[in-house]
């Protein structure tokens, strides 16, 4: 479960099993904790909620992990309760992509930030997000929250490379698109 994973240590080895891969399944992340990367990627099969009202988790994504989305998949901060998302790539990077051996723009949903993610907790940097677009919007769609974005890679979206509602305004710096589908910046 997505709100288990953060227990996962980086000194042990995850590999020589059938797939190795870390699978994730739908869950909702209601406990503040680092993903870290990890001698296989994380797959995300479905939805994850990174979201609770009383306890207000942040999922912190640590530097040099790889997160997978199957078709269909998405990561939901503060969609319908309190929660964050800290992406600390500012060495490694850390990469969200398809899970398809062949990827095309379109393969999995997106990241959705929500209205009820913390505006100052919310801050990603060196993040490369590509093949996503599948949710009508964009690679990462942000629903009234103000939090930022940095350094990071925008890419293959079958929509907007980034998607804002019209009083969203996130802080937006140093960001590249590269073939978004229907433009950079909505």
Do not use: K
């Not at 995300?44 to 909620?49: A, N, P």
């Not at 530097?63 to 997978?68: F, H, Q, R, Y």
């Not at 939901?76 to 990469?95: A, C, I, Q, T």
């Not at 990241?111 to 990603?124: A, L, M, P, R």
């Amino acid at each position: 479960p997505a709100d288990s994973a953060g227990q996962l240590d980086p000194s042990s080895s995850y590999t020589g099993n059938g797939t190795d891969l870390i699978f994730v399944s739908a869950d909702v992340v209601e406990n503040t904790q680092t993903w870290q990367p990890l001698d296989v990627d994380y797959l995300i099969d479905t939805y994850v909620y990174v979201q609770n009202s009383t306890y207000r988790p942040v999922l912190t994504i640590a530097d040099g992990t790889n997160l997978l989305f199957d078709e269909g998949a998405s990561l939901y901060v503060g969609y319908s309760g309190y929660g964050s998302l800290v992406v600390e790539g500012n060495s490694s990077g850390v990469l969200f992509t398809s899970a398809q051996a062949s990827p095309v723009a379109g393969d999995w949903n997106g990241v959705w930030i929500g209205t009820y993610c913390d505006d100052s907790t919310t801050e990603i940097s060196g993040l490369t997000v590509e093949y996503g677009g599948d949710n009508g919007y964009g690679n990462m769609y942000w629903h009234g929250c103000f939090g930022s974005i940095s350094d990071s890679l925008i890419q293959y979206s079958s929509n907007w490379g980034i998607y804002r509602t019209s009083s969203t305004t996130p802080t937006i710096t140093d960001v590249t698109y590269v073939d978004c589908a229907s433009g950079d910046l909505y």
